[in-house]
């Protein structure tokens, strides 16, 4: 079937004569002689089942069954299903659900709850006669056939992005302007796990350490939650609510260090002044801290327990058969204060857990034997760059023991990698591989969480162990998808945490913040970023932020659109054309007809934007609080008035520190052909009311589309179609102080440092400009040699600048040392003048790279604390990207043999030759792919072992240098 888009109707191609379907077509605002495309579909078959699902270009799904006789389909029937976003493929899935690959937003996935068999939808079909010109109609409604059940995060497009932290939370925010249309909207990217908060109370104090605790071994969740004061203890029962309970067995009157369950059905207390052993009957077997000395740390496992007391003295228990805790008869003096202990868990079929991790106030962690033959002899030592805070033993990439009841099942396969994670206090988190038979220390990893001492806690994720660790920010490091990932959680600074488990939510997070616990739970595992959405009204095309109070400026365009205004008077116009052409005999249909227009009003979400026509612009001008997530003040531009560009500007004629806005608009603009009908504007804004909203200072016009504006040495370039021009504030319009016609095409992009300027043109490439203050001349001393439709540039120093083009090239162009600025053509030479081949000086190209997708914004920044810089791009189809400087040159010829490598070993799934895609259009030059080396870890280990052994290095190390490059610059 084929859609023919002049009469808006659809051709049936399979008999010989032609029958025509028509439909009503999207929105009543739209012109009825525009014509209907279906842009996708699927096919479902069954044994009971065969149809087609189809969607036009508005986004309405029909289905489409066909009648055969034998081999021959004798009749097409059509029927209205709903109307979803506009997808660029179906997918049907014989569980009753359909995947929606939406064109541009978030993906969606509906429940088909009908097949629209038993509503009154009108069903239209082949062998109806139509007389020719005919059509048949139907009318969009909600959905109700169609039920959304789970959406799947697309950033797709990005129009514009910068990276800020404006929330002040250390790690800065990605503030992203997403989508077309009216599905558009301001996205802010925090890096982290999203954590959604199940329950808050308030606790009697501040509370300074939490535990959760099983009665017996074979539950499945948790009894109580054991919460820790500076002078008490408070247990809580865990069921439907949350309680207190006083007959735990637990000491009330005093602080404790930590508690577990010991066993299979008893609990264990440790608290400064001993231990106490509850056993199942409620009987209680007390151990006293010898004289006056205390209980300083602990570790603590379901069979074993390590207490230091103080001055450095180590005592071992060990629980028998017969469930009592015994202690070991030597103890452990060590030559420094205990700062932290951790024990690993009991594996499966063994009876102890054989290491003991200890950290010393000496910078020391030191690995001690508990088999009985050589108990508390040291094993291995590491020096550390400050003193250890918490230690943790954990197997990631297994199964946790003590939650899962097929325990002893499988064993070998749920086996994982040992781990010693060291959290220092001066917020650094060291990962170490600890050797399962000698107890050795390897492979160390360090990562920087935050400002504060690392805590670490055991949890369980996916019935799988991780690591919580807790700085400044909680940082969670786990097994996902056969890959290692330490990723923060988007949440305020915790205190201490530890696993939990209710029915209402088997793996949570029980967690202390202030004077408050917490029951957090963790949904979207795997995830790079969580999101907080905006919605806007027009597809975004640029914003400025406030350098100082925070605020967006926005603006948004679309083009074949209405403004709200337009959408009244256009239904005012049908309804008035309706009652006037009615019959006499019809008026009182038509007064109906007229009264559902006027009242008519689809969600242009769901259902799209009617198009208002090729000309025709809808604008306006945008104050958001990014953070807060609210819109403080909209102004809607006039129909057919377009911004394009936008500003923040402090002029220097003004001796207040007030900066104002600039939005570069034009009216009636026609793109083809191109022609301006009521030129350009510049509009001037300032900030009132508090920043809550823009006033209107004055319009200045100009001859051309302003594409772009930036500030300048207190005034502001912008860039008038080919013209470059300076402005400086007046009291009535800005006032012209300087301009430059020698940009060949059309200005898209201007970037300043110093008294240049950078003028990207739309075809050819970037100009270097200087800036004469004494003659007031824009003068270009220097251009590239290659032609390139530039997208975005971002300068990296004064003589380099980054710059992509439409077609998906990332480039970084330098002014050779010899250029000199102010140097002038001759213009007495012929060859020498600027218009015909350019400036005399050429920028050389440094690198060359073909991402395959349109770059639409760059930028400078440091993506974590303490990091250092890189240039973070962004594409239209919604990806996220960096490109990391090499600060050594073993570095960068390390990375260039891995790729070479890996070019051999891992093709492409297509089988295109790798060196010729990233060279589509200029060769290959001074960049590595970073994404290619990065499949280094998803090799079988021969391979990997192959490889290193060319690099004269082990697999161990090849992976820790791909880590290390990435947690130095990014996520």
Not at 866 to 883: C, D, H, P, Q
Request: charge should be negative; proline fraction near 5%.
């Amino acid at each position: 079937m084929q859609a023919d888009r002049q009469t808006g109707k659809v051709w049936d191609t399979t008999f010989n004569t032609a029958n025509y379907f028509g439909c009503f077509l999207q929105h009543d605002l739209e012109d009825p002689d525009r014509g209907m495309m279906f842009v996708t579909y699927t096919a479902h078959k069954t044994k009971a089942l065969f149809f087609f699902l189809l969607q036009t270009e508005q986004g309405d799904i029909f289905k489409v069954t066909l009648t055969s006789d034998e081999d021959m389909v004798t009749e097409i029937k059509m029927k209205y299903l709903d109307t979803i976003p506009v997808a660029s493929s179906l997918c049907v899935l014989r569980t009753g659900f359909l995947f929606v690959a939406c064109e541009f937003g978030n993906h969606r996935l509906y429940q088909i709850a009908h097949l629209g068999d038993a509503d009154d939808e009108p069903e239209f079909s082949s062998n109806t006669p139509v007389e020719e010109g005919d059509t048949f109609y139907f009318r969009p409604r909600e959905a109700k056939n169609l039920l959304m059940v789970d959406e799947l995060q697309s950033l797709s497009p990005i129009m514009h992005c910068k990276i800020l932290d404006l929330a002040n939370e250390d790690t800065p925010q990605f503030y992203t302007a997403c989508g077309t249309s009216a599905r558009s909207t301001l996205r802010v990217l925090r890096h982290g796990l999203e954590v959604t908060e199940m329950a808050v109370s308030e606790l009697p104090g501040n509370p300074n350490a939490v535990w959760t605790v099983r009665k017996h071994g074979d539950d499945k969740f948790d009894a109580y939650i054991v919460v820790s004061f500076v002078n008490a203890t408070l247990v809580l029962s865990i069921g439907e609510t949350v309680e207190e309970v006083a007959d735990s067995g637990f000491l009330g009157t005093t602080p404790t260090i930590a508690c577990s369950l010991l066993g299979d059905d008893a609990l264990i207390q440790v608290y400064p002044e001993g231990i106490r052993h509850i056993r199942a009957d409620k009987r209680v077997n007390e151990w006293k801290s010898p004289g006056k000395r205390t209980i300083t740390k602990c570790a603590i496992n379901e069979r074993q327990l390590v207490i230091s007391l103080t001055g450095g003295e180590l005592v071992y228990f060990e629980m028998d058969q017969t469930g009592q805790l015994n202690e070991y008869t030597e103890r452990k003096e060590m030559q420094s204060d205990v700062s932290c202990m951790a024990l690993g868990e009991v594996p499966p079929g063994e009876a102890r857990s054989r290491f003991l991790a200890v950290g010393l106030e000496d910078n020391t962690v030191r690995l001690l034997s508990l088999d009985p033959q050589d108990c508390l002899s040291p094993l291995s030592l590491q020096a550390l760059p400050a003193p250890a805070e918490s230690l943790n033993i954990v197997e990631l990439g297994s199964k946790d023991f003590r939650r899962e009841s097929s325990a002893t099942s499988d064993t070998k396969e749920r086996r994982g990698v040992l781990y010693l994670n060291i959290g220092l206090q001066n917020g650094v988190l060291l990962r170490s591989v600890l050797d399962p038979v000698t107890g050795d220390l390897s492979d160390t990893r360090t990562r920087y969480l935050g400002s504060r001492p690392v805590k670490l806690f055991r949890m369980t994720i996916q019935g799988n162990q991780a690591v919580l660790a807790v700085s400044s920010r909680a940082w969670l490091s786990y097994h996902y998808q056969n890959r290692f990932l330490l990723t923060p959680l988007s949440y305020e600074t915790l205190e201490y945490a530890s696993a939990f488990s209710s029915d209402q939510c088997p793996e949570g997070i029980v967690a202390i913040a202030s004077n408050t616990l917490r029951i957090l739970a963790l949904d979207k595992l795997g995830t790079v970023f969580n999101e907080t959405v905006t919605p806007l009204r027009y597809t975004p095309r640029k914003f400025v932020i406030h350098p100082t109070i925070g605020v967006m400026v926005t603006i948004e365009t679309d083009h074949n659109a209405y403004t709200l205004e337009g959408k009244i008077q256009r239904k005012q116009e049908m309804a008035r054309e309706l009652l006037t052409t009615a019959e006499p005999t019809d008026q009182d249909m038509a007064k109906v007809l007229a009264s559902e227009i006027l009242r008519g009003d689809l969600n242009d979400v769901d259902f799209g934007a009617p198009k208002a026509g090729p000309g025709k612009w809808a604008s306006c001008v945008r104050l958001v609080h990014p953070v807060a997530g609210k819109t403080l003040w909209v102004e809607d531009l006039p129909q057919n008035e377009a911004a394009f560009s936008v500003c923040l500007v402090k002029f220097l004629v003004r001796a207040e520190e007030e900066y104002f806005v600039l939005v570069g608009t034009a009216v009636d603009l026609q793109l083809n052909p191109r022609q301006l009908g009521g030129g350009g504007r510049l509009r001037t804004y300032r900030f009132v009311d508090d920043f809550q909203k823009l006033e209107l200072m004055h319009v200045t016009p100009v001859d051309e589309v302003p594409h772009s504006i930036a500030a300048f040495q207190g005034r502001v370039a912008v860039a008038v179609g080919r013209s470059l021009r300076i402005y400086d504030l007046g009291k009535k319009k800005l006032l012209r102080k300087c301009e430059s016609k020698q940009i060949p095409n059309m200005i898209v992009d201007i970037k300043t440092m110093g008294s240049r300027l950078y003028i990207s043109d739309v075809s050819e490439s970037v100009h270097f400009v200087k800036y004469k203050v004494k003659e007031n001349v824009l003068s270009i001393f220097a251009d590239d040699t290659f032609p390139r439709y530039i997208t975005c540039s971002m300068p990296l120093d004064y003589n380099t600048i980054a710059i992509a083009d439409k077609f998906g090239n990332f480039s970084v162009i330098r002014l050779p040392a010899t250029v000199n600025e102010d140097h002038e053509d001759d213009p007495s030479s012929f060859w020498d003048r600027g218009l015909l081949n350019g400036a005399s000086q050429k920028a050389e190209s440094v690198c060359n790279f073909y991402l395959g997708e349109t770059i639409t914004s760059l930028q400078k920044a440091t993506l974590i604390p303490g990091g250092s810089e890189s240039v973070v791009y962004t594409t239209l189809s919604g990806r996220i990207g960096a490109f990391v400087p090499f600060t050594s040159r073993e570095d960068q010829e390390f990375f260039q043999h891995l790729e070479l490598h890996l070019r051999n070993e891992k093709p492409p799934l297509c089988g295109r030759d790798h060196l010729h895609y990233r060279s589509y259009y200029w060769p290959v030059k001074g960049v590595v792919d970073g994404d290619l080396c990065e499949q280094y870890n998803a090799l079988d280990y021969a391979k990997q072992k192959e490889i290193a052994e060319e690099l004269d290095r082990t697999p161990n190390e090849v992976a820790k240098k791909l880590e290390d490059i990435r947690n130095r610059y990014a996520f």
